[in-house]
Nanobody
Framework: QVQLVESGGGLVQAGGSLRLSCAAS????????MGWFRRAPGKEREFVAA????????VYADSVKGRFTISRDNAKITMYLQMNSLKPEDTAVYYC????????????????WGQGTQVTVSS
C-alpha cells in the first residue's frame, strides 16, 4: 500500500501562485509515476501533470504547460506542483496519485490516491 497526503491548497486571486505538496509513504517503490489530477465543479477528473519518480521525466496537460511545474524530492518522498499565473478555470480539487500507468494521463491506471486539496482561484 501507498499512502498519499496532499497539502497546500487554498484561495488565491487570478494571476497568483500556490504550491501543492504530496507526501508519500508505504510501498512507494512499487509505483513508477506520481501525478496530479484535478476535478472542477461539475466536471470529470482530469490529468494535470506526472513525473517518473526515478528518472524525473515529466508530462503536462496542455492546459497547464508554461504555468505549472511538477517536481519531486526523493529524500522526502514528496512531490510538488508549483502553480503560477492561476486562472479561475484552475479552480478544482487537486488529487495526488501514484502508480505504474500504461498511459501517464489515464486516471484508471493509477492505483493510489490522496484525499484531495481544494484550490479556488477568484477573478
Amino acid at each position: 500500500q501507498v499512502q498519499l497526503v496532499e497539502s497546500g491548497g487554498g484561495l488565491v486571486q487570478a494571476g497568483g501562485s500556490l504550491r501543492l505538496s504530496c507526501a508519500a509513504s508505504g510501498r512507494t517503490f512499487s509505483s513508477t509515476y506520481m501525478g496530479w489530477f484535478r476535478r472542477a465543479p461539475g466536471k470529470e477528473r482530469e490529468f494535470v501533470a506526472a513525473i517518473r519518480w526515478t528518472v524525473g521525466s515529466i508530462v503536462y496537460a496542455d492546459s497547464v504547460k508554461g504555468r505549472f511545474t511538477i517536481s519531486r524530492d526523493n529524500a522526502k518522498i514528496t512531490m510538488y506542483l508549483q502553480m503560477n499565473s492561476l486562472k479561475p478555470e484552475d479552480t478544482a480539487v487537486y488529487y495526488c496519485a501514484a502508480g505504474s500507468p500504461f498511459a501517464v494521463g489515464r486516471e484508471r491506471d493509477y492505483n493510489y490516491w490522496g484525499q484531495g486539496t481544494q484550490v479556488t482561484v477568484s477573478s
